[in-house]
């Protein structure tokens, strides 16, 4: 992953600003609200045990979801906001998913076991001979 990076750079660092302006930019990342991912540090004195200033309070439910956003040279482009699956919408996907494997499997096994089975004998697909 690293050297893809470096090579990534290396391609592109001649780049001019009319190149880079043509390219949009983009990440996601999960939220939680209302709960924090990790300890917490507090520094407090023996006297201020249970003072409300240095207790965090807790919230009983929590919501999570993911965000995607993208920017540009000059601005800023659009967001999405995914929300939770609800079990129904899982089953489906599962259902769909289940459908897909069951098509591809027999091409796929078809491929694997041509592919395996070259290997297993010894044989691969030889380039002819260059001058």
């Known amino acids: 992953m690293r050297q893809e990076r470096l090579d990534w750079c290396l391609t592109h660092k001649d ?28 520094w407090r004195k023996a006297d201020e045990l249970f003072t409300k200033s240095v207790i965090r309070e807790r919230w009983k439910g929590y919501s999570e979801f993911m965000f995607w956003g993208c920017f540009l040279y000059d601005r800023k482009g659009l967001c999405h906001i995914w929300r939770p699956e609800t079990a129904q919408e899982k089953r489906l996907a599962a259902e769909q998913i289940a459908e897909l494997n069951e098509a591809l499997e027999p091409v796929m096994r078809e491929e694997w076991e041509l592919t395996t089975g070259m290997k297993r004998m010894g044989l691969r697909a030889k380039l002819g001979r260059s001058p």
């Open 15 to 42: 780049w001019s600003l009319k190149d880079w302006k043509n390219v949009i930019w983009s990440d996601e990342t999960s939220v939680v609200l209302n709960y924090r991912r990790g300890g917490y540090r507090v």
